[in-house]
T-cell receptor, first 110, second 109 residues
Framework: DVKVTQSSRYLVKRTGEKVFLECVQD?????MFWYRQDPGLGLRLIYF???????EKGDIPEGYSVSREKKERFSLILESASTNQTSMYLC?????????FGEGSWLTVV | QKEVEQNSGPLSVPEGAIASLNCTYS??????FFWYRQYSGKSPELIMF????GDKEDGRFTAQLNKASQYVSLLIRDSQPSDSATYLC?????????FGGGTRLMVKP
């Protein structure tokens, strides 16, 4: 079974803190993605990566950065968390027409 | 910006009826079209995808694609209460997968 693992499921962080969300996939997929999901807005793409050290901005990259030092790991970084970044974050990896999602990370910024 | 539009619902249907979910997209270069189901508090799971005009059937689900009208739909036959969920349409262009806002479906016993 393909597995996309998000290590932190529920986090509460303070405004201004640096936040790391980690994602690991075990299927040697080239493509990995970070989305955020807010009620009524569906999934919005923050960043994606199609290879190690390669990244592309998605629709809402502001306030976020990413790191992909190894093929299996794709990290989302909030340099200085703000309350409007309170959301559910979904990591995904894909090969061909199939995309696999992690379980999600619920982040609350207070 | 590429857009994928869905009616947010809720769409309410009685058990055993056909549920029809619709999605429009703006990017004519889109290549593949996906339907995901998402239960509350869970991550999306793929139902099916389609990339050619016409219908594609998989069990109780039928996806319909009309590229000229930039329209994709999902029909669920013999709807069950367990089908109650949010259904997300997604459109792929290159490596980018863009999601709609989702339609909430409620199937009433």
């Amino acid at each position: 079974d393909v597995k996309v693992t998000q290590s932190s499921r529920y986090l509460v962080k303070r405004t201004g803190e640096k936040v790391f969300l980690e994602c690991v996939q075990d299927m040697d997929h080239e493509n990995m993605f970070w989305y955020r999901q807010d009620p009524g807005l569906g999934l919005r793409l923050i960043y994606f990566s199609y290879d190690v050290k390669m990244k592309e901005k998605g629709d809402i990259p502001e306030g976020y950065s990413v790191s992909r030092e190894k093929k299996e790991r794709f990290s989302l970084i909030l340099e200085s968390a703000s309350t409007n970044q309170t959301s559910m974050y979904l990591c995904a990896s894909s090969e061909g027409n199939t995309i696999y999602f992690g379980e999600g990370s619920w982040l609350t910024v207070v | 910006q590429k857009e994928v539009e869905q009616n947010s619902g809720p769409l309410s249907v009685p058990e055993g009826a056909i549920a029809s979910l619709n999605c429009t997209y703006s990017d004519r270069g889109s290549q593949s079209f996906f339907w995901y189901r998402q239960y509350s508090g869970k991550s999306p799971e793929l139902i099916m995808f389609i990339y050619s005009n016409g219908d594609k059937e998989d069990g109780r689900f039928t996806a319909q694609l009309n590229k000229a009208s930039q329209y994709v739909s999902l029909l669920i036959r013999d709807s069950q209460p367990s089908d109650s969920a949010t259904y997300l349409c997604a459109v792929r262009a290159g490596n980018m997968l863009t999601f709609g806002g989702g339609t909430r479906l409620m199937v009433k016993p």
